[in-house]
């Protein structure tokens, strides 16, 4: 089954249509998505607190710190809910909150700090079927289907301190 916030149908099968494709996939269709709409989110995301900002900062600095190949990793194992500590620290977040810490990810694609998506990268057909369908939604719904999207992502949190 599928983890939808919303009842909306049209949500619910763009979210599976982007859980069909291979992680690879998927990333990059979440760059290709920032490029066309990144800017239209303001900084802060939809919703956010100071508090969940300042959370997904900590989390974002911590992969940040990481070479590039470990930072696809770790966007891979969040993607394929891979046990590993960030993965749980990612899992206990808001879905405000992972919605931001995606939102840095991309901006740090963008000026060089988190691995980019090669230049000459190209969406396979089906990818960009499926953004052509997510850029036709309206804001607020895209909004809703990248929450939803990141929602279900990273490890479930361990009891205690463990994290």
Do not use: C
Not at 78 to 84: G, R, S
Not at 88 to 114: H, N, P, V
Not at 140 to 157: C, N, S
Request: glycine share 8%; no cysteine; proline share 4%.
């Amino acid at each position: 089954m599928t983890y939808t916030q919303t009842g909306d149908p049209t949500i619910r099968q763009h979210v599976e249509a982007w859980q069909k494709l291979n992680v690879d996939e998927q990333l990059a269709l979440f760059w290709f998505i920032y490029k066309e709409i990144g800017h239209s989110i303001t900084p802060a995301a939809p919703g956010a607190s100071t508090a969940s900002s300042e959370i997904a900062e900590g989390l974002f600095n911590q992969v940040k710190e990481l070479s590039h190949e470990q930072q696809l990793q770790i966007q891979r194992d969040l993607i394929n809910k891979v046990d590993t500590q960030i993965s749980r620290q990612y899992g206990s977040l808001g879905d405000t909150t992972k919605l931001l810490f995606w939102y840095l990810l991309a901006q740090g694609m963008e000026d060089g700090t988190i691995i980019p998506v090669p230049g000459n990268y190209q969406l396979s057909s089906g990818s960009q079927a499926l953004f052509s369908r997510i850029q036709g939604l309206p804001f607020e719904q895209q909004i809703t289907l990248f929450r939803d999207y990141v929602a279900p992502m990273g490890a479930e949190a361990k009891a205690g301190a463990e994290i």
